[in-house]
């Protein structure tokens, strides 16, 4: 995160515009609109801000002069909108010097805070920012954003705003009150807002308060104070491959229960104010076993918690997911399960292979390449023979192993084989071989986990269907 967004109340505070034209005008309106006192200094100052300075000459001073630096006096904020390359410069430095914000219009370089792109619906806002890499996105961005936010949804966070504190003496717990709020927003109470009808919509939800104390959980859309568990498949590790229901329930979860397999990006999409709780494993190391794991669901759900168990790739495929729920089934705690996108179709999409061609192979096989007790139970003779696409999870680690099991069981040591290391991922590496050679082009590059290795003639394929961006090209070729 290149800038850290804040909110800052503005109102009867000082601030100082440096410049009279069209972009000194565009900032001294959002300045007056947040309610500053404004000094604006500049040699040449068009109408147009006359003209707003007139309509807000309660808060707008202009002067048309040149600046000095005693304008920086006991400012709390600053903002330069000249094309003078020295002034602006000189502005910085001295406002840096001071400690007083600086917003250096089109210079994030001399800038230490930066004007975002806003939606106002206040008091909902919405600010996005590119750190001034592209403008010209953001303001595609709010205009997407304008579309999909209702023009009365500040009217509608005032009404909750007017029952906050009802709220909180009704619910004494946290998550209660979340879950109260949520029900309310999912009921027809904002739809009477956005129409219009604000007193019905108050009248509606003051109908909700007045039921709420008979059973508070209950009358409220919530059957009682056992919690409920979330088994979502995050995919392999593109975000975007995240389906729409996982996006619900990753911002509805109050704990999350997490793998290592869930890319960072992923994991930023859950609720910021979640409790996070990580329970990775890798192989040889185990810090938190799959029964603790199972008994932390539980114990999350008994205390009334919506909890979130986030596994890589989809948690009915090799994601020891079924397990997770029997235990849930057993103590009677509800569930609900979202599918992800496994690693063998995200990362053979990613890289360009497809699992099964009418050319090649009429059929494909998922196994993993774990080893139990040190070894590789695999019927290696049917794999050997079969005319399908084997695809191995976990399979770094015994790479040479199943490379020369096959071989030694028939397969011919010239078979294509790709390893797909971090699959989906903007640092996605392919490594293209045969069965005889891969392990050993492996070794030379240093491959890690998460990797996928893919076994058959649809590997033939990749360097023709690659889509997946130069960068991806490059690594293969490093391979």
């Known amino acids: 995160m290149d800038y850290l967004p ?34 604006l200094v500049a040699p040449t100052i068009i109408p147009a801000i006359t003209t707003l300075a007139h309509e807000y000459q309660h808060l707008v001073t202009c002067q048309q002069r040149p600046y000095t630096s005693t304008d920086l006096d006991n400012k709390v904020l600053v903002i330069c909108a000249t094309n003078d390359g020295e002034l602006n410069a000189a502005v910085s430095v001295s406002a840096r010097a001071q400690r007083i914000p600086v917003n250096v219009v089109d210079h994030p370089e001399l800038s230490t805070v930066i004007f975002p792109a806003i939606v106002d619906r206040s008091p909902i806002q919405v600010a996005i920012s590119s750190g001034g890499a592209s403008p010209v996105l953001v303001r595609r961005l709010r205009e997407k954003i304008e579309t999909l936010l209702p023009g009365r949804l500040g009217e509608l966070a005032l009404l909750a705003s007017r029952h906050r504190d009802t709220v909180k003496k009704l619910f004494t717990s946290s998550n209660d009150r979340r879950r109260f709020w949520e029900t309310v927003f999912d009921s ?47 995919g392999p590790g593109d975000p975007d491959l995240l389906t729409f229901r996982a996006l619900r329930l990753m911002q509805q979860a109050d704990v999350v229960l997490y793998d290592r397999l869930v890319s960072k990006p992923v994991l930023e999409m859950v609720r910021r104010d979640a409790e996070r709780i990580y329970v990775g494993k890798k192989p040889g190391d185990h810090p938190v076993n799959q029964s603790n794991i199972n008994r932390k669901l539980v114990e999350l759900a008994l205390e009334g918690h919506r909890v979130l168990r986030l596994k890589g790739g989809d948690p009915f495929v090799f994601g020891r997911g079924g397990e997770e729920i029997e235990v849930l089934a057993e103590q009677g705690i509800s569930f609900q399960i979202v599918p992800g996108i496994t690693a063998a179709t995200g990362c053979a999409s990613y890289a360009g292979i497809p699992l099964t061609h009418r050319d090649y192979a009429q059929s494909v096989r998922f196994l993993t390449g774990h080893r139990k007790d040190g070894q590789l ?45 971090r699959g989906t991922r903007p640092d996605q590496r392919i490594v293209l071989s045969d069965l005889q050679q891969l392990p050993f082009k492996v070794s030379d590059i240093e491959v890690q986990s998460p990797s996928l290795l893919i076994i058959g003639n649809v590997v033939r394929l990749q360097e023709k269907l690659a889509w997946y961006g130069e960068t991806l090209k490059k690594q293969i070729a490093r391979g």
């Open 188 to 234: 027809d109470i904002p739809e009477r807002v956005y129409a219009g009808d604000t007193n019905k919509a108050d009248t509606l939800l003051k109908k909700r308060l007045q039921q709420a104390p008979r059973s508070s959980l209950e009358k409220n859309g919530i059957s009682d104070n056992k919690g409920e568990v979330y088994l979502v498949g995050a």
């Open 377 to 421: 139970d695999l019927d290696w003779q049917n794999l050997a023979a079969a005319k399908e696409t084997l695809v191995f999870y976990m399979g770094l680690n015994g790479l040479t192993e199943i490379c020369e099991g096959l071989i030694a069981h028939g397969m011919a040591g010239d078979t294509p084989a790709a390893l797909i290391e």
């Open 6 to 39: 804040l909110f800052h109340d503005l109102r009867d505070q000082s601030c100082l515009v440096v410049g009279g034209g069209h972009v000194a005008l565009r900032k001294l309106r959002a300045l007056c609109q947040a309610g500053a006192r404004v000094n």
